[in-house]
């Protein structure tokens, strides 16, 4: 080899080591030595074949997600070209059950038995909570007054009965004997006015006689009349003071207006009981019991004569009673600032099973 200058070196045999900027290639080797830098040593060839893999590599990879794409899309025609798998049911018609839970208070009819007229109690036939039927006898008052009254009635009745008959006697003497006046009147004045001939004067005395007559005897019969009208008139007071003295009598003895159970008797024997404004006994028909019960707006609109209403009454357990609408109210009440709807529920009485539901039950 031949440096720079062109003079020819000699190495015995071997080549020049080259230079770096002045430096030998000693000194350019790394002081660690090669064979604990654990580094490939690349030749170029080596470095080709690497490349070359990488590249086959690279097409094998898109060559495959080429091949997954196409069998994806091939699979998607042919879902895409499938008849859509449908399923047939029958359709049925029912009625949908909306439910809603609601509170309300048992209520039965209560009906108040009580004397007609004020009396003393003589006694009392029942006892609270017994059963009783209409017509049946709850308690009596003394009825010694009462009796004596009727008499005492009957008795005017009777006199005045007994009046009525002579004025009735009396009027038909009288009718009798106008006219029997009447009839000799008109006899007297027709030979009165055949004796007169042309005497005016004395046709027109006859015919002022016989009216005179008339008059006398009208007012006789008007008068007889008059005796008869206020007899009757006794009579009828008679009868009315008679009918007042009977029913008072009847009144004494207190009988139910409808069945039911006795719930509450106000007063002892021996006390004054009676007259209006008061209720001496109570009745309670439990054989028809009722939930007065309230709904909110939204609940209200749902509510129909075919509504099914299940009842639990907590006191008497967990069985369920029937139930059927009787009312609901059209006007609503503020309840703790919510709108509500009164409803009124007749129980099925046959549902109870002999449950003893009761008034003011919840």
Do not use: W
């Amino acid at each position: 080899m031949s440096d720079a200058s062109g003079h020819d070196n000699e190495d015995n045999g071997e080549l020049d080591q080259p230079t770096y900027d002045g430096m030998a290639r000693e000194d350019l080797e790394p002081t660690v030595p090669r064979s604990q830098m654990n580094l490939p040593l690349l030749t170029p060839r080596k470095v080709s074949m690497e490349r070359f893999a990488a590249y086959v590599n690279s097409r094998r990879i898109a060559a495959l997600i080429l091949f997954v794409l196409l069998i994806a899309l091939l699979v998607a025609t042919v879902v895409h070209n499938l008849p859509p798998n449908l399923r047939y049911a029958n359709v049925a018609v029912g009625s949908l059950t909306v439910s809603f839970a609601t509170t309300g208070v048992l209520q039965s009819a209560v009906y108040g038995a009580n004397f007609v007229e004020p009396g003393r109690l003589a006694q009392i036939d029942v006892t609270i909570g017994e059963t009783v039927t209409e017509g049946q006898v709850l308690a009596k008052l003394d009825t010694k007054l009462l009796s004596d009254a009727v008499n005492s009635a009957q008795s005017s009745l009777s006199a005045a009965q007994s009046q009525l008959t002579d004025a009735e006697s009396a009027q038909a003497s009288v009718t009798q004997q106008t006219d029997a006046t009447l009839a000799a009147a008109l006899d007297k004045e027709q030979a009165a006015i055949t004796a007169c001939g042309n005497d005016t004067a004395c046709v027109q005395s006859a015919k002022d006689a016989y009216s005179a007559a008339q008059s006398s005897a009208a007012a006789q019969n008007q008068a007889a009349q008059a005796a008869v009208n206020a007899a009757q008139s006794n009579v009828t007071l008679a009868q009315s003071n008679l009918q007042e003295a009977e029913d008072a009598l009847a009144g004494a003895t207190l009988k139910a207006g409808h069945s039911g159970t006795v719930a509450s008797i106000s007063g002892a024997v021996g006390d004054t009981v009676g007259g209006p404004g008061t209720s001496f006994i109570r009745l309670v028909d439990l054989g028809t019991v009722q939930v007065q019960a309230s709904v909110n707006v939204a609940q209200v609109g749902g509510i129909t004569s075919s509504t099914v209403f299940r009842l639990v009454v907590p006191a008497v357990g967990k069985q369920r009673f029937g139930g059927t609408l009787e009312g609901v109210s059209p006007i609503g009440q503020q309840v703790h600032g919510v709108l509500r709807f009164p409803v009124l529920i007749d129980v099925d009485m046959q549902s109870t099973n002999g449950a003893n539901l009761l008034p003011g039950m919840s």
